[in-house]
């Protein structure tokens, strides 16, 4: 018997479950813990004096994380992964039908599993701590809620209000929980069990029935709305939406035992699909990249934190090491500039407490830990500093020869440069041991990849700490060898340039964007050409053009568009025309800038080829150069930090499928 639940009995007849795994800083639901929480129910089920029972967890951030999908990714038996199903509907099922009232108490993430096993409760009260987050992401495993979920949260909250958590796999924070009726009561985590125990005396709860979400017009009604809403969020790519969509309207107004049923079938389907399994394997990826390690000694923590540059990424990461609680020092020459990058992170906090991402309280005590100045100030105690300047070597060499001066021993030197080398700029300063690239991408507070670069003479406990320092803010890093472009912008810049070839090719910039977003791209390319701005990218291909060559050529049209002021979205005009309703039209400006008519009404197959083939060569190259370790970090960083679609594992699954099957 494992030992991952604790039970005992308080002074009022009262049960506490005490959800609290052992070597681990998480709960989860394994085989051995649904037997122990069996067995628990044994024992409450026998007791005829117990007044109610109180499920808690004593840790940290969790309250149970969920599953575990380790497995759930091992087993490929239909029958042992229904049974897997089985024992989590029939273990909460016990729960639901206990003849006294239960209380799920949530502190921190309640998850999948952890969402249901609540739902199996009568009562629910959440911590209002920012910490507490409940939800059913399995669809963005390739999988939908199937220990009783699909069928409880409908009836709990109303089919609308349910689907719209289950089909996005949103995470629900502890305040529009109790709007939305998932949580009864919000209360400080400390009087959990007093307050659970006031639910505890009003009985069994009588709640309302969502008539209107149950009867068949009105299903019919949502399902001719969501569907459609489905196939342009994914292109027909992920079935598990639509699969929970349809278990959710039919399990809604069945009876328990059909509607374990459904959730079975549909689980047992959907585990067996290529898009679960990459997207599964896309979920270790992220766990290895929150663990990863490079050295094996202890390095010091950083709480202080410098930026240098406030334009649009100085200010992004400012807010985002503020937010996650570092004391950050901004700096910028210009007043003006700090003005407006202080505006850009007061515009962030404000947006984050409407989301419910933090409480006002919380986004004004991050804004305080921000110091703006336009003045030189001391940074001998500050333990990171990170520049952020313009992309060009001359101005970032001069940066760093002013913070090699200026900072402590011990400070760690980063740029947050997109492509210039790490090594040359280290060369500036006294001690190029202590100098890293920590690439952040735009927008720093939406954007989940961060490049931790290392230069040739990067000390391994100087990577650690940058390491170390990206994952204590909650971003995902890859380690990335010092080389031009690193490794996202490497792999993309060339796909995003022969979008531009096709287009001067007389191809339809329609026809080019389609075939990328049929292949599951979250932008056409064109499209995120203007959205970066004409000016960024000619900037960023002159850069690629000059050093890779022949291999990397610029577009002309990139020249002629910023010739003509058609900067993309920034300007109203680039490759489309902004600013109407509607999905962006072709600009008849652009295309003036159509050189031959060698790709007009080129397929769709033709140019997904073209484009798609750059980035696979790309990836095959930066894997034989050594830029990273492997090809899972290849695929991990371009769909974190290049949108590549998820569905299909990343460059180095495609080219795998390529090489196996032709297609």
Known sequence: MSHHIQYSLNEDRVGILNFDREGSSANIFDHDTLEELATHLDTIEADTELRGLVLVSAKEKI?????????????????????????????????????????????????????????????????????????LPEVTLGILPAWGGSYRLPRLIGLPNALDMILAGKRVAAYPAKKKGLVDQLCPREHFIRIATEWIGKGKPQRKRHWKTRNPLAKMI????????????????YPAP??????????VSADRATAFKLEQDALVELLLTDVCQHLVRLFFLQERARKISVYEGDVAPTDTVGVIGAGVMGAGIAQWSAARGNRVILKDINPEALQKGMAAIGKVFTGAVKRHVFTRTEAQAALDRIFPTAVEVPFKDVDLIIEAATENMDLKKKIFAGLDAAAGPDTVLATNTS???????????????????????????????????????????????????VQQSGKLPVVVNDSPGFLVNRILIPYLMEAGALFEAGADPKAIDGAMLDFGMPMGPLRLIDEVGIDVAHHVATFFAETFGDRMPMPESLNQLL????????????????????????????????????????????LEERMLNKMLVES??????????????????????????PFRGGPMQVDKQVERTGT
């Open 419 to 469: 492509a210039l080398s790490i090594t040359e700029l280290a060369e500036t300063t006294s001690d190029p041991g202590r100098v890293v690239g920590i690439h952040y991408f735009n927008p720093v507070h939406k954007m989940q990849l961060v490049e931790v670069v290392r230069g040739r003479q990067t000390r391994p406990e100087v990577l650690q700490r940058a390491l170390a320092f």
């Open 620 to 645: 095959r190259m930066c894997l034989e150069e050594g830029v990273v370790e492997s090809a899972d970090d290849i695929d991990f960083a371009m769909i974190f930090g290049a949108g590549f679609a």
């Open 63 to 135: 309250f149970i994380a969920g599953a575990d999908i380790n497995a759930f990714s091992r087993v490929e038996d239909p029958e042992a992964l229904r049974e897997i199903a089985r024992a989590g509907q029939e273990t909460f099922a016990r729960i639901s039908d206990l003849k006294i009232p239960t209380v799920a108490a949530i502190h921190g993430q309640a998850l999948g599993g952890g969402c249901e096993i609540a739902l199996a409760c009568d009562y629910r009260l959440a911590s209002d701590s920012r910490d507490t987050k409940i939800g």
């Open 242 to 251: 639509f699969k929970a969509l349809e278990v959710c309207l039919k399990a």
């Open 222 to 237: 949502i399902r001719s709305r969501v569907r459609p809403m489905l196939q342009k969020k994914t292109n027909g790519h």
């Open 563 to 606: 010739e003509a002021g058609l900067l993309g979205r920034k300007s109203g005009k680039g490759f489309f025309l902004y600013g109407g309703k509607g999905d962006p039209q072709v600009n008849p400006e652009a295309l003036a800038f159509v050189r031959t008519a060698e790709h007009r009404g080129a397929s769709r197959e033709l």
